[in-house]
């Protein structure tokens, strides 16, 4: 059983930052990719950053240059350094991790964190 627990949401100004981390746990053999999905009330669940096992990255256009994703492979730890926050950043956020255990490899979900971000 794999166990990713998220920290660090809040309710923030516009122009402000927050920074999340996402920590996985339990029968871990590898981890690949790691990242972050939100969803915002009424919307899709949607893509906001992936980490690879590697060094390759993906950010949803509408946070390039505002949003850095970074892991801890030696912590099994990912984080989302949200810079210049605006009301749109507004959602619930998923950390989501690609788990090779001693069973199966799949992928996890976290139980999501709010970010609100007022005007």
């Known amino acids: 059983q794999v166990q990713l627990v998220e920290s660090g949401g809040g309710l923030v100004q516009a122009g402000e930052s927050l920074r999340l981390s996402c920590a996985a746990s339990?029968?871990?053999?590898?981890?690949?990719?790691m990242g972050w999905y939100r969803q915002a009330p009424g919307k899709q669940r949607e893509l906001v950053a992936v980490?690879?096992?590697?060094?390759?990255?993906n950010y949803a256009d509408s946070v390039k240059g505002r949003f850095t994703i970074t892991r801890d492979n030696a912590k099994n730890t990912v984080n989302l350094q949200m810079n210049n926050l605006t009301p749109e950043d507004t959602a619930v956020y998923f950390c989501?991790?690609?788990?090779?255990?001693?069973?199966?490899?799949?992928?996890?979900w976290g139980q999501g964190t709010q970010v609100t971000v007022s005007s």
């Open positions: 980490l690879t096992s590697g060094v390759g990255t």
């Open positions: 339990g029968s871990i053999f590898s981890l690949y990719a």
């Open positions: 989501n991790a690609d788990v090779l255990t001693t069973l199966q490899r799949a992928v996890y």
